[in-house]
Structures are given as structure tokens and as C-alpha cells.
């Protein structure tokens, strides 16, 4: 259509192109570009432009894509003096068909200079595309602005991440809301056409595996939303989503959503990949990087990326066994064996979460390539980095969306793929059904000192809606499911009952609280009927406030927290008289044995034994000087050391094993009295290597004596061991609360409970301060769950008697004052 068309004609044919069954998709907008192509080549022609006159395309029209209702951005472009009345004679035609227009008449320096002071306009100019006219002039602005945005990157594109994060806070997120702006939420068409422009720097790119369909599918909802109402509008109502959902055959308007849910999640992760990349690049630049930036596109391989160059130059630092820091992400070692490891997955999201940083983008889709399938039951490892990772609060939120983009969380929780993306018709919620599982379990890390189980805890809000995705009553369904996951997950059938408890009864607390009256004894039978248990109880009343805090602001009130206490106060003084826990079981032969051995001698008596997942598992080893390493893998070693009583015992060994990089997992210590020559104190430890490698048992055992007959100073050694750490970054956690049991905890001694994250000798601190309180530990019962240690110590007097309730709250403050 090279001769000039009369509006009225364009506009039919414009129509007539809309209206017909094909082609839909990408392929319609390019052939509207084309048609609006021809018809202002007509118009420009007709209008009688000179020589070096070229009419140009900008922004979406410059990408050749037109959505039905989408504005002309045309910019007419002139080498010389120009003719005033030619700009109108092209204008005005386009406004009496009716169509919006965002047009300009420059020149190519009067257009490099609005670039240069208008983020916006540079970006529409660097889809500049050539419709009429003169192509050189076109070719010089298209060069001389390209030219342009890569020298000032470095200035431009924190500019550019300031606007998305401006429209993010304005617009929300895209894949969490009901009414989502397609275009200017995070995650959305702007984030699409930003993610072009960093890549037109050359100083990155953005992982393209998935982000193109992405924005086809945003871009077909777009228009189908426009042809549905008629309006040139971006935001998707919910009174037109069934009319779009049929436009595009889709089944209804919750799998339209379900779709451009997943869509927004691609662009919103790729954003979160290229920016850091731009911060690295920029840094490197500025000199405040350890490497030299390249000019590269980092995310197009094979999932290696940027960091598998240069490593000799960057520096790495250790966090966890086959995982280290680098560059402000966490990164595979370089004698990691993802094929050979299933753990590894989430052993870097626990590190990388619990440390404040991400997993890069290289290392998760390495390890999704790489790692088979954990084993079922999973490795207590496997379960406890899972905790662990869940109890960084806010920090794990990042490192799921990596392992979600990859497809690391389906594989491990093959129910997630139910609710993955789900939405939520309900004004009260303001995420997604998984999401909401996830900020529940953030919610829920900042109340892990309020229960004696926070794993249960963490793992109850994560899953406590995962039977959303099924039919009938979303609670019924996920008790179901919740066993299959516990058993698959390696709980025992007492945490896997908990569990069930748990998601079965989520919101029996908050109904019950707020529509039954609480002085009726029934009201609190029905709770107690449930729970049966106060750690239940205490499991329960978290779950709910976490649950509901992370609904949004109008599903938890002060007057709903008043209820729900209340209710809680009254089963839990119903429940307060059920029965002891039960006695602790007899020592072994082998523990006797070591008993003995250290009372004969005086000196500490020690064995070693590998647990399942070791490479000798049931071998016992004892600890003899010369011996070697112990060759098994971590989580699977337990330690057996039996020594004559003395002061400050717990936390010299706590100290020595600290030395060691030593991590505990659980330990018990009790008092026997084998010959009667006097008390012999019993301690069992589960530990792991923090970094796989075990130290030989002869030079363990050698430290312990060392420590224990005062020619090792343990607590000057850490000190300087940790002056000369560097510093990392950590995360809020939640302050440690050391607490004195009531009396009915034990009619001997006096119970100290104390709940804190777990960190490199606290075991050792805890074990100083109760030592210069001048208190014996008769017992202890010592654990780690996840990032969490929950501890109980049995204290007496020198004379073996319960301490008096004034000397008890002494003894806790020291406590406190030693964690800080």
C-alpha cells in the first residue's frame, strides 16, 4: 500500500484484521505493524516530504508489535530546515481514523539530546525502526543512540532499576495479583522491554530460557484483554478475565491467572539474575569488584555462566560442604560432585539463605541438570537443610524462587506443583496459595523460640494448605497428603502424627477462639480433644498466628490475638497435668564399658561410631592414637565420651569439638556411677563436619585430653579463630530465650530450657556461663533442628540440690548475657 489510504479505509482494513480467526499471537501484531506501516508510508508520500525526511517507528511499534489498542509512537525525523505544514498533513489523517498517536518531529541530534535527558524517550528510541522515507537518517539515529546508551550505561542503568522498582511499589507484583497491571507490575511487559535494554549495553544479559515465551504469553493476554473490552487498558479485571480466558481458549479464569502467574515469575526472576549481574559489572568498573568485567552475555550456555571463569583471581568463601561465597552469591566448590550428592541442592539454598545471600543462577540450573532425586525416606541431612533454610525468615524467600524457576521445588515436593501459581479468590489473601505457604513459613521462623519443635513448625507452615490444590475441604485433603510428605521426608510416626495434627486442625484455634464462647468447658475440651499434648498446643498456637499474619493485614487483629491466647491459656492449664515424659532409657554395654574405663583411669574415654549414609555404617571405631580420618559422610558420625566429673566439663568438650569445625546436632549428657569410685559423666554427641572433611579421632581424642587437664585453652583458640574469620553478613534471627522450667519439670534439679540459632561454639558459651554460675550439670539433653538449638540442661547445687528460685533466674540471666 504504497499510495495514500483514506482513514476510513485503514480503518476497515484495521478491523476486518482484528476481527478474523487468524492470525492471532505475534503473528497479528506484526501483520497490523505491517498494515500501519503501509498505510503512513502512503501518507508520508502523499504528504510530498523532501529528501532527508524518514518517518520512524519508537517503543512497541518499534518492536513491530502492535496490540489492538495500543498509541502510534512515530517520530517524523528531518536532516534540515522543514516544511511546518508537513508534519499535519500526516498527522491528521492518523487522528481522523480514530487511532492514538504519540508522535514528535527532530532531527537526529534534537532526538539524541531528549535521549540523553529522558530515560523514557531513550528507551522508545532504542526500537527505533524505519517506516518511510529517507533509511540513512534512520540508520544514523539508530546508531548514534545505541552509541550513545552503551557509554553511559554505567549512569543509565541504575536509573533504569530505580523506574522498575518505582512501578514495582506503585503496581505490585504481577504474579500475586487478582487484578494484575500487565504491563507495569513487576514481572510485566515494562520488565521485559528493561531487560532488552541491559542487554543492548552489552555488559549483560538476561537468561533467556523461558523468558520469551513469557512475554508472548503476557503480550497474548494483552491483547486479548483489548478485543474483549474494547479499551486500550492494561490491567485485567476481574470481570473480564472469563471473557479473555475464552478469547484464548483457555479453561477458565483461575487457569488464565495460573498462566500469567507463571509468565511474571520468569520475568520477574530473570530481572533478579540480570540485575545482580549489572551490579557485579558496574562494581568491577567502579574498581570496588575483585574481577575484571567482561563484555559477555553470562547466562546463554550450558548453566556455567560468568562464574566459571577468572576463579583464580575472585575470592571464595567456605559455607557449607561443597558450597561457597562469591561475589555476593552462593556458588558450587570446586570439588563439588552434584551426580553424586542429592543433599547439595538444598545444603546451598540452607547456606546461602541462612548466610543473607542467593544461590546463583549458574549454580541452580547446575544442580537441576546435575543431582538425581533424593533417596525416600530422605537423609536426615536432606530434612534438616530443608529447616534450615525455612528458618531464614525473610532471607529464604529469593533462594525458593531460584529453586522454583529450576524446578528444584517440584522435584522435591512433588505436591507443590498443585498449588504452585494458584490463586486465591478471597479479599482476606493478598498471595497466591504457595506463597502464602512461604511467607507463612517466614512468618513462623520468628517464633521458633515459642516451641520446643521448631522443624515441626516450620514444616507444618509450609505445607499446612498444600491440599489447596485438591477438591473438597483443602484441610481434610492435606492431612493426607502431609503423611505421605512426612514419611517420604524421614519423620518419625510421632512428628508425622504432629504434622497431621497440624495441617488437619490450622484453623481450628481461630474459629474456635472467635465463634465459640470461651467459658463454656466444652470450648476448651474441643481444643485439648485435638491436640492432646501441650507441644502440640504451643505448635498449634504458632502455626495459627503465623498463618494468619501472612494472609494480610484483616486476617489477624489484636481483639483475634486476645481470643486465641485466652483460648490457648485455658487448654493449656487443662493439659498441664498429663503425663511425665517418660525415663530415659539404660546405658549400653558399650556405654558402661566406657564408663568404666574412665573411671579406672581417670582420664576421658572415647568411641566413634558411623552412622547411616557412612561409609563403614554400623562399624564402630575406637579412638587410638595413630588411627586415621574417619571416612564417613556428614550427619553421620555419633561420639561416645565417658570422663571423671569436673567443673566446666560441658563446655570444654563443647569447645574442643567447636575447635574441630565440629558441628552438634544433639547430645545428651548423664551421670553414672559405675564402681562406685565416684561419678563419671556420659556424653553422646551427633555431630557433622561443617565442610565434610572429619579430623582423625587420635588427634581429637589428644585435644580432649589437652583441654581437660588445662594445657589447651579452648575458649583463647576460638577467640582468635574467630578475630581472624572474616566478617559475613548474617540475618535477623530471633533473640535466644533461656527460660527456668516450672518445678513440675523435675522434682531433682532444676531444668534450664534454652532456645537460640544455632552458631559455632554456643554449645561452648553456654557451657562457660553455667560454669562460672558455679552450677553442676547433672543432665543434658541437647538439639539442633535446622538453624535452631533447642536445649535443656538439669542443674544442682555443689550439694546435688535444685536451685532456689532466686539463684535459678541468676543462672539464666548469665546465660543470656553469654549469647548476647
Request: glycine share 8%.
Amino acid at each position: 500500500m504504497t499510495t495514500e489510504t483514506s482513514p476510513s479505509d485503514y480503518s476497515a482494513a484495521r478491523a476486518a484484521l482484528l476481527a478474523a480467526p487468524r492470525p492471532g499471537g505475534r503473528d497479528r501484531r506484526t501483520a497490523l505493524a505491517d498494515l500501519t506501516d503501509d498505510w503512513l508510508e502512503g501518507l508520508l508520500t502523499a504528504a510530498g516530504a523532501p529528501a532527508g525526511v524518514a518517518l520512524v517507528a519508537v517503543g512497541g511499534y518499534g518492536r513491530g508489535e502492535l496490540s489492538p489498542r495500543s498509541d502510534l509512537d512515530v517520530l517524523l525525523l528531518h536532516a534540515g530546515p522543514l516544511d511546518r505544514a508537513l508534519p499535519e498533513r500526516i498527522w491528521y489523517p492518523v487522528w481522523d481514523a480514530g487511532t492514538a498517536l504519540d508522535h514528535s518531529v527532530r532531527t537526529v541530534a534534537e532526538a539524541r539530546a531528549v535521549a540523553a535527558a529522558d530515560l523514557k524517550a531513550q528507551l522508545g528510541l532504542l526500537d527505533a525502526r524505519h517506516i518511510a522515507g529517507d533509511q540513512s537518517l534512520t540508520a544514523a539515529l539508530r546508531s548514534a543512540v545505541l552509541a550513545d546508551w552503551r557509554a553511559s550505561a554505567p549512569a543509565r542503568l541504575p536509573e533504569l532499576r530505580e523506574l522498575g522498582r518505582e512501578r514495582a511499589e506503585r503496581h505490585g507484583e504481577l504474579s500475586f495479583l487478582l487484578e494484575p497491571d500487565l504491563k507495569e507490575a513487576r514481572g510485566g511487559l515494562r520488565d521485559v522491554v528493561a531487560l532488552n535494554a541491559v542487554a543492548a549495553t552489552w555488559l549483560a544479559d538476561a537468561p533467556r530460557d523461558g523468558l520469551d515465551a513469557a512475554a508472548l504469553r503476557l503480550a497474548d493476554v494483552r491483547d486479548a484483554l483489548h478485543l474483549a473490552t474494547g479499551r486500550a487498558t492494561e490491567r485485567l479485571s476481574l470481570q473480564d478475565q472469563d471473557q479473555v480466558a475464552e478469547r484464548l481458549g483457555v479453561l477458565d479464569a483461575d487457569a488464565l491467572l495460573r498462566q500469567v502467574y507463571e509468565a511474571a515469575r520468569t520475568v520477574a526472576y530473570a530481572s533478579d539474575v540480570t540485575w545482580r549481574a549489572v551490579d557485579r559489572v558496574l562494581a568491577a568498573r567502579a574498581g570496588r569488584g575483585r574481577r575484571v568485567a567482561r563484555l559477555a552475555f553470562p547466562f546463554t550456555g550450558a548453566g556455567r555462566g560468568a562464574g566459571a571463569v577468572a576463579r583464580g583471581a575472585v575470592e571464595r568463601r567456605p559455607l557449607a560442604e561443597g558450597v561457597v561465597e562469591q561475589d555476593g552469591e552462593a556458588v558450587l566448590a570446586q570439588g563439588a560432585r552434584p551426580a553424586a550428592d542429592p543433599v547439595l541442592p538444598l545444603r546451598a539454598a540452607a547456606a546461602a539463605a541462612q548466610n543473607g545471600l542467593t544461590v546463583s543462577y549458574a549454580t541452580v540450573r547446575r544442580l537441576a541438570a546435575e543431582c538425581r532425586p533424593l533417596p525416600v525416606p530422605w537423609p536426615d541431612e536432606a530434612r534438616e537443610q530443608l529447616v534450615t533454610l525455612l528458618g531464614a525468615g525473610e532471607a529464604g524467600i529469593p533462594v525458593w524462587e531460584a529453586l522454583e524457576a529450576e524446578g528444584l521445588v517440584t522435584r522435591l515436593l512433588p505436591d507443590w506443583e498443585r498449588v504452585r501459581c494458584r490463586p486465591q479468590r478471597n479479599a482476606v489473601h493478598r498471595w497466591t496459595v504457595d506463597r502464602h505457604l512461604v511467607e507463612t513459613a517466614v512468618r513462623a521462623a520468628a517464633m521458633t523460640r515459642r516451641v520446643a519443635r521448631p522443624d515441626l513448625l516450620l514444616v507444618a507452615a509450609l505445607l499446612h494448605d498444600i491440599g489447596k490444590g485438591w477438591p473438597g475441604d483443602h484441610s481434610e485433603a492435606g492431612e493426607v497428603i502431609v503423611r505421605d510428605v512426612a514419611v517420604r521426608m524421614g519423620f518419625d510416626p510421632e512428628d508425622t502424627e504432629t504434622l497431621a495434627v497440624l495441617v488437619r486442625h490450622h484453623l481450628t484455634l481461630i474459629d474456635t477462639a472467635t465463634r465459640r464462647d470461651p467459658d463454656d468447658p466444652a470450648t476448651v475440651e474441643a481444643i485439648t480433644k485435638v491436640v492432646t499434648t501441650l507441644p502440640r498446643l504451643e505448635l498449634l498456637h504458632a502455626l495459627t498466628e503465623a498463618d494468619a499474619l501472612a494472609t494480610g493485614p484483616a486476617a489477624w487483629s489484636s481483639w483475634r490475638a486476645s481470643l486465641v491466647d485466652g483460648l490457648v491459656a485455658r487448654a493449656a492449664a487443662q493439659l498441664a497435668g498429663g503425663p511425665a515424659a517418660p525415663a530415659e532409657a539404660a546405658p549400653s554395654a558399650e556405654q558402661e564399658r566406657l564408663a568404666v574405663e574412665a573411671a579406672r583411669t581417670g582420664g576421658p574415654a572415647l568411641a566413634l561410631q558411623a552412622q547411616a549414609g557412612a561409609a563403614e555404617p554400623g562399624i564402630e571405631r575406637r579412638a587410638e592414637p595413630g588411627a586415621e580420618s574417619i571416612g564417613v559422610e556428614p550427619m553421620g558420625v555419633e561420639l561416645t565420651l565417658a570422663v571423671p566429673d569436673q567443673p566446666g566439663l560441658l563446655g570444654t568438650v563443647a569447645g574442643v569439638l567447636a575447635l574441630h569445625r565440629l558441628a552438634v546436632r544433639s547430645a545428651s549428657l548423664r551421670e553414672l556411677d559405675p564402681i562406685g569410685a565416684g561419678p563419671v559423666l556420659l556424653l553422646r554427641w551427633r555431630v557433622a563436619a561443617e565442610f565434610g572433611e572429619l579430623p582423625e579421632a587420635a588427634r581429637l581424642r589428644a585435644d580432649l585430653r589437652r583441654a581437660l587437664d588445662g594445657s589447651l585453652d579452648v575458649a583463647r583458640r576460638l577467640a582468635e579463630r574467630d578475630a581472624a574469620a572474616p566478617r559475613r553478613r548474617g540475618i535477623p534471627t530471633p533473640p535466644p530465650l533461656v527460660a527456668v522450667a516450672p518445678a513440675v519439670a523435675s522434682a531433682t534439679a532444676t531444668v534450664l530450657e534454652v532456645r537460640a540459632h544455632d552458631a559455632p561454639g554456643l554449645l561452648h558459651r553456654i557451657g562457660r556461663a553455667l560454669d562460672a554460675a558455679g552450677v553442676r550439670v547433672r543432665t543434658a539433653h541437647v538439639s539442633t533442628l535446622g538453624a535452631d538449638a533447642v536445649d535443656s540442661f538439669y542443674l544442682t547445687d555443689e550439694a546435688g540440690r535444685p536451685l532456689a528460685a532466686q539463684r535459678a533466674g541468676e543462672v539464666a540471666a548469665a546465660v543470656r548475657a553469654a549469647l548476647g
